[in-house]
T-cell receptor
Framework: QQQVKQSPQSLIVQKGGISIINCAYENTAFDYFPWYQQFPGKGPALLIAIRPDVSEKKEGRFTISFNKSAKQFSLHIMDSQPGDSATYFCAASIVTTGFQKLVFGTGTRLLVSP | NAGVTQTPKFQVLKTGQSMTLQCAQDMNHEYMSWYRQDPGMGLRLIHYSVGAGITDQGEVPNGYNVSRSTTEDFPLRLLSAAPSQTSVYFC????????????????FGEGSWLTVV
């Protein structure tokens, strides 16, 4: 079954702290794992993504950790800032019938307190 | 460069009414899609298109109709609106079916909030 489970549903972190969001998937055919950031009233925007043959990817304060054997991946936001307050979605990608289909997690609402 | 433009931003419909959500992109992208976002369920794929004249169903296509007569436009039609279709709808487009590792990015519009009463 194509499903991506995401936790926690909401998260409150103090400014300067580390935010951690976890996701798990079932379908081993997924070939890419992006994270999207969504601000209120806006559409999701690609934040960072990782291939399943890589265990970690870092871009600035954002890091994805990927555990292929456990079928789990997580987003770490270092030195969290109030501007990071948004909803974060993990996703898993699979290309079928010539189209990249995204299966999204249920989202995590992050609030970074000043 | 406007990117992906969705109209209307907000709409209230009565049960049984029909309407069309418009989506246009100015990036010459072949690949376009519609997602709906519901609380606690993330985004789910409704329909997608890999080019003008070619459409296919996604995960939750029932109650929706699409067509792709031009590269730029991909409208989503609700044939007979139901309260279960109350949702936020996002249109997305990309240059290719590839992943970000190949330089491809999926761009989302800002959403259309639909309420069916």
């Amino acid at each position: 079954q194509q499903q991506v489970k995401q936790s926690p549903q909401s998260l409150i972190v103090q400014k300067g702290g580390i935010s951690i969001i976890n996701c798990a998937y079932e379908n081993t055919a997924f070939d890419y794992f992006p994270w999207y950031q969504q601000f209120p009233g806006k559409g999701p925007a690609l934040l960072i993504a990782i291939r399943p043959d890589v265990s970690e990817k870092k871009e600035g304060r954002f890091t994805i950790s990927f555990n292929k054997s456990a079928k789990q991946f997580s987003l770490h936001i270092m030195d969290s800032q109030p501007g990071d307050s948004a909803t974060y979605f993990c996703a898993a990608s699979i290309v079928t019938t010539g189209f990249q289909k995204l299966v999204f997690g249920t989202g995590t609402r992050l609030l970074v307190s000043p | 460069n406007a990117g992906v433009t969705q109209t209307p931003k907000f709409q209230v419909l009565k049960t049984g009414q029909s309407m069309t959500l418009q989506c246009a992109q100015d990036m010459n992208h072949e690949y376009m899609s519609w997602y709906r976002q519901d609380p606690g369920m993330g985004l789910r794929l409704i329909h997608y298109s890999v080019g003008a004249g070619i459409t296919d169903q996604g995960e939750v296509p029932n109650g929706y109709n699409v067509s792709r007569s031009t590269t730029e436009d991909f409208p989503l039609r609700l044939l007979s609106a139901a309260p279960s279709q109350t949702s936020v709808y996002f249109c997305a487009s990309s240059y290719s079916p590839g992943t970000p590792s190949s330089g491809n990015t999926i761009y989302f519009g800002e959403g259309s909030w639909l309420t069916v009463v």
